[in-house]
């Protein structure tokens, strides 16, 4: 099936021949990838399916290999090391939570103002007898950036990256009913090779095991676990119509075992009520110490859509393995959507045929509470915050997110645009010719396989991206570039590529890619111009320099929430990499820059910079340390007031915000009193006295040059009324002064 960006609509997955693709995984046991619950016991769950999962999240020792205390030199990895002094951490786990975040009087070890090195993990674990004759599997959701396993004192594998899932064969390495010594390196040092490549991207890289980590026991015959981090089942709707869909089933099967057996595969779909509704049975035959790929097609009658946030309905595929005898050997089970999808370069994007507007944010992979050790319900709560604002799409930058985020997306019915680590740089620039790592080609194409295969069964993913404002070029870099769009149309024939680009001329305007998004800060950085000029300036590009459908990937400002001023000059007020941050400034020009974007149907997405303040420590701007404060709500999640204004023109339901509740010391003279509302009409009062209706532009309305208490303390309420009659308040208070 060839892909079209333009009249043929997209569905939701493909069948892949020759190799499997991954989505949020369960089996009977519980779940295996896409996220585990942050509070979970270390357990073993065994189930009749063959099939055992242990939890292996607990009771870890840690200590940072330092090169300047010497440490990196020693043999944690020994058996017989003496961990007894090691700090007591549990997973999830980070070492640069804190320094991370701190700005730039961290340590210098990495060169970044936080510690950027090796740190130990060590633990002890007794794997029960019962497993005999099982294959083990250690799952890791997630470690930056190398990470090295170890058993019993032995090299077991590592692994190259810092975003995706990944899983070692330990079946040779562990004694069964014994004590067994595990021991993993991770080492977030600066890299050549591995992108983002040194001290690349405006983001802290914090270091550590900051995932979920699993040990998975398996039938010698099993659906095959070593397949780039997937489970081995894939799932491809084609043909959608009203009356039915074709649900390709596409399993990969391993037979660890020294004889060719004779098995069955069993595909059941299940509706959201977890009702079967349609199921099919078929024989293969799986070659000892091969994996074996199975095809099998199923009719979907009369299938229900996935609809974005309008209605996210979601099917579950089951496939279970049961030997000649009928011997339930393994079972994994994973949710799929029914949806098509189309971009076109003047009308924008349409989901299942109807045209669908593609507004949302940016967001990294970060939290107040525990930095990039995020558990579930931070991640549940960021994503109710940007659906409660009426977000439709979300960026996942600058890398390969949670499998626990793409679930999310799924049930919320947010789309994705997802990438992998190339930002800026492909090379370091130490010398004058662009001298690529040799490495790094081969490590990106990886990067690119994993994030393609654990995601592709997400009917949220719509874009797999390839790189981040890249401002380097040469034939080098362009040849490299191709090879990856190359690989990912292999990978993925269905969906669409893209990259976001900041450069906007020569060869970065003929990169390979079906669809393109700007970075742009019109309004922001004085190098891009005013907020009014952004609409103008898109169109020179449109249809012009760029025939490709074509997004806004990142654009916004920063916000300090104590820092407001009336009657903001942008060329002499705002100081984008110092401290003069208003809060009211980046309200008013995302308001300027939506009214030009919202007459634009030809851009396909929106995505603001960004949901949340976030960990970038070299920063020192605004009212922080160590963050990059251009959020639409500060890193403890507290909405500025630009969040209020997408509320309000993104959410039906009916809101009311008064803007600059902060501001709380003013001139008794206030130059503009403002709030946002979806509201018809909005009513302001000073100390119980009406001052009238405020004048509507949009959902924003205004009132100009109101006084309030000089010295003293003044209520300020804005009363909306809704169609219904009912109302809606808000309040401040503010204390006014007589300025000279």
């Known amino acids: 099936m060839k892909k079209s960006i333009t009249a043929k609509l997209i569905t939701a997955a493909a069948l892949f021949l020759c190799a499997g693709i991954i989505g949020g995984c369960t089996d009977t046991a519980g779940k295996i990838s896409g996220g585990t619950s942050e509070n979970a016991s270390e357990e073993t769950t065994m189930n009749e399916l063959g099939r055992t999962v242990i939890n292996f999240d607990r009771d870890w020792k840690f200590l940072k290999l330092t090169q300047a205390e010497g440490l990196s030199k020693l043999a944690v990895e020994d058996k017989n090391f003496d961990d007894s002094s090691w700090e007591s951490v549990d997973l999830p786990h980070t070492w640069n939570a804190v320094d991370g975040a701190d700005g730039r009087n961290g340590t210098d070890e990495g060169g ?35 990470a090295e396993l170890y058993i019993n004192g032995k090299f077991v594998g590592k692994h190259e990256g810092g975003y995706s899932a990944f899983r070692f064969d330990i079946t040779s390495f562990v004694r069964l009913g014994k004590e067994n010594d595990i021991c993993v390196k991770v080492n977030n040092a600066p890299s050549n090779h591995i992108a983002p490549i040194t001290d690349q991207g405006d983001f802290t890289k914090m270091g550590g095991i900051y995932r979920n980590v699993s040990v998975i026991a398996v039938d010698p015959l099993h659906i095959d676990l070593m397949d780039s981090g997937s489970p081995g089942v894939y799932i491809t709707p084609e043909n959608i119509s009203d009356s039915g869909a074709d649900i390709g089933v596409f399993v990969k099967l391993k037979n660890d075992g020294d004889k060719d057996t004779l098995m069955s595969v069993l595909a059941e779909i299940s509706d959201a009520d977890g009702n079967t509704v349609v199921s099919a049975k078929e024989k293969e035959i799986v070659i000892a110490g091969k994996i074996t790929d199975h095809i099998m097609s199923l009719f979907l009658p009369k299938p229900h859509l996935w609809d974005g946030v309008t209605d996210p309905y979601l099917y579950t ?11 339930l050997l393994d079972e994994v089970s994973v949710t799929f959507g029914v949806r098509t999808y189309s971009i076109d370069p003047e009308k924008g994007f349409f989901l299942n045929g109807r045209y669908y507007d593609l507004h949302g944010v940016n967001y990294h992979q970060d939290s107040f509470e525990n930095g990039w050790a995020m558990t579930d319900s931070e991640r549940e709560r960021d994503y109710k915050m940007m659906l409660d604002m009426g977000c439709t799409a979300v960026r996942m930058a600058h890398y390969q997110h949670d499998g626990y985020e793409y679930d999310l997306c799924d049930k919320l019915g947010i789309t994705v645009w997802t990438e992998i680590g190339i930002v800026n740089k492909m090379f370091a620039d130490e010398t004058d010719e662009l001298i690529i790592e040799e490495r790094f080609t081969e490590n990106a194409k990886r990067q690119l396989t994993e994030l393609i295969r654990q995601n592709y069964n997400h009917p949220s993913v719509i874009v797999w ?31 669409l590529i893209t990259f976001a680009d900041s450069q906007f001329w ?23 111009g005013p907020a009014e000029k952004f609409g103008e300036w898109l169109d020179s590009y449109h249809g012009a320099k760029e025939t490709r459908p074509v997004c806004v990937s990142e654009y916004g ?6 820092q407001h001023k009336d009657n903001i000059d942008w060329l002499s007020d705002i100081d984008p990499w110092g401290t003069r941050h208003y809060e009211n400034y980046q309200s008013a020009m995302h308001e300027k820059i939506w009214a030009q974007f919202s007459q634009r149907q030809y851009l396909w997405g929106k995505y603001i910079w960004c949901m949340f303040d976030f960990a970038s420590d070299g920063r020192e701007e605004g009212d922080t340390k160590g963050q990059n404060d251009k959020g639409l709500c500060t890193r403890e999640r507290v909405p500025k007031d630009a969040y209020y204004f997408y509320k309000s023109v993104w959410n039906d339901e009916p ?74 308040e808000d309040r401040a208070e503010w204390t006014g002064y007589c300025r000279a």
Request: aromatic share 10%; charged share 25%; proline share 2%.
């Open 465 to 495: 991206g390839i790189s981040n404002e890249l401002h380097q070029m040469s034939d080098e870099i362009y040849g490299i570039y191709t090879e990856l769009n190359e690989l990912a149309n292999a990978e993925d024939n269905t969906r």
């Open 506 to 528: 020569g060869k970065f305007l003929e990169l390979p890619a079906d669809v393109v998004g700007y970075n742009r800060y019109f309004g922001w950085y004085k190098e891009a």
């Open 112 to 146: 970044e103002h936080y510690y950027r090195g090796m740190g130990g993990y060590r633990k002890k674990h007794i794997f029960p007898s019962e497993l005999s004759g099982k294959r083990l599997f250690m799952e890791f959701e997630g470690a930056n950036t190398v």
């Open 655 to 728: 809101m009311l915000h008064l803007t600059e509740k902060r501001f709380s010391q003013r001139p008794s003279l206030v130059p503009t009193v403002k709030a946002y509302s979806n509201a018809e009409k909005a009513e302001l009062f000073v100390d119980g006295i009406s001052m009238g209706s405020g004048e509507k532009n949009g959902t924003v309305f205004t009132w100009e040059n109101i006084r309030i208490k000089e010295g003293g303390k003044s209520e300020i309420k804005v009363v909306a009324a809704l169609k219904d009659g009912s109302l809606l």
């Open 317 to 327: 595929a089951k496939v279970t393995l049961l030997g000649k005898d009928g011997t």
């Open 557 to 562: 400002g920063g916000a300090a929430v104590s």
